[in-house]
């Protein structure tokens, strides 16, 4: 793949002969055509378009989380959505080709300098609610009063994620309730704060899993 600069006419975009002309974050490419192969996959192959397939899967409903996560704006050459799912590739699959599963507590959705929360807990404190709580520490570097608290919640059995951005550092708690067809689900949890400036994030943290009673 080459870049290009645009000549009197512009940059182009689209296929030309054997070569495709497109654009991204401002950056003109031109790149050959794929080389079609008559090869069956091999079983490696097989088992990285699987891991890939099911990081994709995952990560795609959460793109808008994930940009805000992974600070994009500060990393011009990369999305958050592609370093949260290199990130997944690399440490959150487990098992063996076909039976691959996600390993949730080596997921991570954000990364960035913010502190996270100090002492953070959640439990099922009634039948489909859940609490969470923290120690409202704070300091004038990286811990402040009006950080936001994100609680991303993602139902394993019906493959739905929920998210809270509702609380504050300075809150020390927060509660949800879940639909009546969550009892009896498994529920996992990912908290981090975010700076008021819409871009600074603290790294996730992983809360476990809840079973939602009935």
């Known amino acids: 793949m080459a ?18 002309g497109s654009s991204w974050r401002n950056v003109d490419y031109v790149r050959s055509l794929p080389k079609r192969s008559n090869k069956p996959a ?6 990285q378009r699987a891991r890939f397939s099911l990081g994709v899967s995952f990560l795609s409903p959460i793109k808008d989380l994930l940009k805000l996560g992974f600070s994009d704006a500060m990393q011009p050459r990369a999305t958050g ?5 290199q990130h997944l590739l690399a440490y959150g ?9 996600l390993d949730y507590a080596s997921i991570v959705i954000a990364k960035g300098g913010l502190a996270n929360l100090m002492g953070v807990f959640w439990t099922e ?12 520490e704070v300091n004038s570097f990286n811990a402040f009063v009006d950080d936001s608290v ?3 919640m993602y139902n394993k059995e019906k493959q739905f994620f929920s998210i809270l951005e509702s609380g504050t550092r300075n809150d020390g708690t927060l509660s949800f309730t879940f639909p009546a067809v969550y009892a009896g689900d498994h ?28």
């Open 187 to 214: 529920v996992v949890g990912w908290i981090f704060t975010g700076h008021r400036d819409g871009v600074k994030t603290s790294n996730s943290y992983y809360l476990g899993e809840i079973e939602v009673s009935s």
């Open 3 to 20: 870049r290009f600069l645009k000549g009197i006419t512009g940059a182009y975009s689209g296929k030309v002969g054997s070569v495709i």
């Open 81 to 85: 959505y592609n370093k949260a799912l």
């Open 150 to 152: 994100i609680l991303l």
């Open 42 to 47: 091999t079983e490696d192959q097989l088992a």
């Open 125 to 136: 404190s009634a039948p489909q609610e859940i609490s969470v709580t923290w120690t409202t």
């Open 93 to 101: 699959i487990t098992g063996a080709y076909p039976s691959f599963e």
